[in-house]
């Protein structure tokens, strides 16, 4: 599991039935670099994650990536990345 920062929502013009009514969110994912920035600065290339607890802007997530991600949808579906929680607060000690 990983940490990112949402950045936006995707929008869909034509999508798979079995995603009609999803969300899907646009996410940063960190870095070691971003981990030390705080989550702040240095991120690594931009991804596309499966959200079902409504991640605003700016937020924080936790997010599961791979065979984890579709496991974690019941039925499962065909996705890459799932947000798994939204953190309230990272402490980050090296």
Known sequence: MRAGTVIGRVVCSVMHPAFRGDTFVLV??????????????????????YDELGAADGQ???????????????????????CAMILDAVDYKP
Not at 28 to 49: E, I, M, Q, Y
Not at 70 to 75: G, T
């Open 28 to 49: 940063l994912p960190w870095n070691t670099k971003t981990w030390k920035a705080g989550g702040k600065a240095d991120f690594d290339n931009s991804l596309v994650a």
């Open 60 to 82: 924080t997530v936790a997010f599961a990536e791979s065979g984890e991600a579709a496991a974690a949808l019941n039925p499962p579906k065909p996705v890459d990345a799932y």
